[in-house]
């Protein structure tokens, strides 16, 4: 079956915001006696697995006495806060700056002696919160017909909403407010991504059988989601998780879209779309399906990853005029050893990340370690044929592998440090990987005296760890949301999406303009202009990524690793013409 997944769908800024903020505190080893104020937010799922962190949710104020409380995106009142003070709790603001912002207006102008009005439901979190900020003077009204009744003649009045009011009805209670109070200020205080998300879930539905909307049952922006798709008129489905779909109705369809609540996460989005996938759709033909299980296989199986680094291998080979075909076989069976080695003591990520390579992993875990241990072997012993330094260089880097994951320091062993593997240092995992990949096609060759010369080698070398770099890193951002959960300090995590996302784009720029420039002015061979295929279509991922046209996922995987693919078949062809 085909499946459009809505570009908004999942997380909003400030729930992302939230989760990090907690999941920060989580992992500072000092979980005894962390507490949210009020569900986190209104996914069972994520409640349970914060909760399986040691995250509760605070019942009784002084059960927070001397402990971290997390107020959530909602915000809390002035008053509350000052209570949590006086029991000494040490707080950990995740007011979503949005609702920060409503806070602000509201207090400045109650100071200033202005009446406020705010539009929205008085029983909301938020609105208990915003309502704090301004004492008495403000009044909470949620229709039209409220605003004959509220005191606000001969006084400056100002009017703001909740950041999830329906931006209508807001307008027409502002109308409404000005027959009364011409004068009054008026602040545009609803958060766009609530609205467009309703907007998308409207023209998703033009373009689909079906809609399923992913998220709690208890959750409003969610249901009211699943009302808005009814609405249009196509069939909607609510559902929490892959079990609650109705495979049944969905066989009729043969697109569906997906769209998913402000609060829930990519995993669960992820594991509803890779169940959907698994429904034949009514025009989906069968060898369709076949091509689709095949690509998909190639991934989970890490082959496709290995295929790209042995493409690289190749490519290299022949930019430096030394073509091999030992080496690309090394690079393939290296990397692929450690990456089903390393996805394998990374379970509990992939469980968040990629719920459907946890389960691949579930069911072909022994035929995988099999494999994984059979690759690095066969690695070890095609090195032998390069000789004594090359072996021991090998032995060297794939110890380096097997040890990336594994705790160096144990448990038990309280030495101040939260850093006890390799991975745990900040950033390393991205790194290591593209310094891996460099390390087999650059400097093993080199090690050999496969590759000479100077210049050329600098700017092929550069232009392999930089892609590698690249590559290993839209892989992180990718898992963002899992490896937050599981503790990983990725790049992303470290340096934030957006701004890893500007360092990609520009070091793919550097890639793509220094392999067009290096051949015309004859430091490398011409074919080595090819490099610039790969930063580009690289690039075009990215975008794609960042206008959230595509939600990664296994697809999304296998075309990024073609990028690379790409590159040794464009060499080839330009070997044999
Ligand atoms: S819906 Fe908007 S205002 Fe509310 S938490 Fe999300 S980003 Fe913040």
């Not at 200033?112 to 929205?120: L, Q």
């Not at 109070?181 to 023209?203: G, K, N, W, Y």
């Not at 989970?300 to 690309?328: D, T």
């Not at 593997?421 to 090690?447: C, F, H, M, R, Y």
Request: hydrophobic letters at 50%; aromatic letters at 6%.
């Amino acid at each position: 079956m085909k499946v459009k997944i809505a570009r908004s769908a999942g997380f909003c800024m400030g729930v992302r915001r939230a989760m990090e903020i907690v999941l920060a505190e989580v992992h500072k080893d000092n979980t005894k006696g962390l507490y949210t104020l009020g569900p986190l937010i209104h996914n069972s799922q994520v409640l349970e697995l914060l909760e399986s962190k040691g995250v509760k949710v605070l019942n009784d104020l002084k059960e927070a006495a001397a402990s971290k409380v997390v107020i959530r995106a909602h915000g809390i009142p002035p008053g509350l806060r000052a209570e949590l003070r006086k029991i000494q709790a040490r707080i950990v603001d995740a007011t979503c700056p949005k609702v920060a912002r409503v806070q602000a207006i509201i207090r400045y102008y109650t100071r200033k002696g202005y009446t406020g009005i705010i539009v929205g439901d008085a029983d909301h979190p938020e609105v208990v919160a915003l309502k704090g900020y301004g004492d008495d003077k403000v009044w909470v009204i949620s229709d039209e017909s409220q605003v004959s009744r509220l005191p606000i003649d001969h006084q400056n009045v100002f009017v703001v909403a909740q950041t999830t009011q329906n931006a209508k009805s807001y307008e027409q209670i502002v109308k409404k407010i000005k027959e009364r109070s011409p004068r009054a200020l008026v602040f545009d205080t609803i958060c766009e991504a609530t609205h467009l998300r309703q907007e998308e879930v409207r023209a998703l539905a033009r373009q689909v059988d079906a809609i399923v909307v992913v998220g709690g049952y208890h959750s409003g922006n969610t249901r009211r989601l699943v009302e808005i798709a009814r609405s249009t008129g196509k069939p909607a489905f609510h559902v929490e998780t892959p079990g609650d779909l109705d495979a049944k109705a969905l066989e009729k369809m043969d697109v569906v879209g997906v769209t998913a609540g402000a609060s829930t996460p990519n995993w669960l989005i992820k594991d509803v779309v890779a169940e959907l996938e698994k429904i034949k759709g009514k025009k989906e033909t069968h060898l369709g399906r076949i091509i689709n299980k095949i690509v998909k296989s190639l991934v989970l199986s890490n082959v496709a990853a290995a295929s790209a680094a042995a493409s690289m291998s190749y490519s290299v080979g022949h930019f430096l005029h030394k073509p091999s075909s030992i080496y690309p076989l090394i690079t393939f069976l290296y990397i692929y050893a450690m990456h089903v080695l390393n996805r394998f003591l990374d379970r509990t990520a992939s469980a968040y990340n990629e719920p459907e390579r946890a389960s691949f992993l579930m069911r072909h875990g022994r035929a995988l370690a099999f494999m994984g241990a059979l690759s690095i072997l066969g690695a070890i012993g095609l090195s032998l044929k390069l000789g004594l330094r090359t072996f021991i260089a090998l032995l060297v880097l794939s110890l380096l592998g097997l040890i990336y994951s594994v705790p160096l320091i144990p448990k038990g062993l309280r030495l101040g440090t939260r850093y006890r593997k390799i991975k745990d240092v900040p950033g390393s995992k991205t790194l290591s990987e593209a310094l891996a990949w460099t390390a087999l096609i650059i400097a093993i060759p080199l090690l050999n005296g496969r590759l000479q010369g100077a210049t050329d080698l600098i700017v092929i070398g550069s232009c392999v760890l930089v892609l590698a770099f690249v590559r290993a890193a839209i892989f992180d951002i990718f898992q963002l949301q899992g490896d937050l959960i599981a503790g990983s300090e990725t790049l992303p995590i470290l340096l934030g999406e957006k701004r890893t996302l500007f360092l990609l784009k520009a070091l793919l720029f550097v890639v793509g303009a220094g392999s067009l420039l290096a051949p015309a002015i004859g430091i490398t061979t011409p074919m080595f202009c090819l490099a610039a295929v790969p930063a580009a279509t690289t690039a075009t991922c990215v975008l794609v990524y960042e206008r959230a046209w595509a939600m990664p996922g296994i697809s999304f995987e296998a075309l990024v690793e073609t990028n690379f693919i790409l590159l040794g078949a464009l060499v080839a062809i330009w070997v044999h013409l």
